[in-house]
């Protein structure tokens, strides 16, 4: 089925490690992004993109780095993992312009860093 | 740049009643606005969204909204709770077709038999 699809559905970190939440849709969706749901704060922009090579920042993307290197696939890494960043990852697609559009979310990727 | 303000993180109401869930924006521009819902362990499914065209909008599940420009407002309403109506609400506002999705705080809905 079309869709975004997020992997791995749950991870657990030592502080320190490094990984990479993957997130891939086949829909030709140019935009792309990344959230992090934490309690009471709703779910905040880290990283989006418009299209292959086209990255920029959202609201809290300290910690995390992307890059787009294909209409497909936009993954999220984090190089230190920190105790703070155990939160719930949703990555979300779109078609850029279309008036009839809609925004495509993964189902998620729980993260927990010890 | 774009920000959106859920009143009340917590809104509680009998079966029956009405359910008001209420969301102000802020966008330079006319923005587009969404309300999605979260039920518990699961992810987003989008209610309803307003895209410039009728400001009354009608959603899935007998919930609808109303953008007010003048109240910078997009309320969520339904005439009638249900108990499976309880999970959290999230409205959410871009400034352009497709682009950077900006969401509010949330606001977890109770229904009580």
């Known amino acids: 089925n079309a869709g975004v699809t997020q992997t791995p559905k749950f991870q657990v970190l030592k502080t320190g490690q490094s990984m990479t939440l993957q997130c891939a849709q086949d829909?030709?969706?140019?935009?792309m992004s990344w959230y992090r749901q934490d309690p009471g704060m709703g779910l905040r922009l880290i990283h989006y993109?418009?299209?292959?090579?086209?990255?920029d920042q959202g609201e809290v993307p300290n910690g995390y780095n992307v890059s787009r290197s294909t209409t497909e696939d936009f993954p999220l890494r984090l190089l230190s993992a920190a105790p703070s960043q155990t939160s719930v990852y949703f990555c979300?697609?779109?078609?850029?312009?279309?008036?009839?559009?809609?925004?495509?979310f993964g189902s998620g990727t729980r993260l927990t860093v010890v | 740049a774009q920000s959106v303000t859920q009143l009340g993180s917590h809104v509680s109401v009998s079966e029956g009643a009405l359910v008001l869930l209420r969301c102000n924006y802020s966008s330079s521009v006319p923005p587009y606005l969404f309300w999605y819902v979260q039920y518990p362990n699961q992810g987003l499914q989008l209610l309803l969204k307003?895209?410039?065209?009728?400001?009354l909008v009608k959603g899935i599940n007998g919930f609808e909204a109303e953008f007010k420009k003048s109240e910078t407002s997009f309320h969520l309403t339904k005439p009638s709770a249900h108990m499976s109506d309880a999970a959290e609400y999230f409205c959410a506002v871009s400034d352009s077709q497709g682009g950077k999705l900006i969401f509010g705080q949330g606001t977890e809905l109770s229904v009580k038999p």
């Open positions: 993109s418009v299209g292959a090579g086209i990255t």
């Open positions: 979300a697609s779109s078609q850029l312009g279309r008036r009839s559009y809609g925004y495509t």
């Open positions: 829909m030709n969706h140019e935009y």
């Open positions: 307003y895209t410039s065209a009728a400001t």
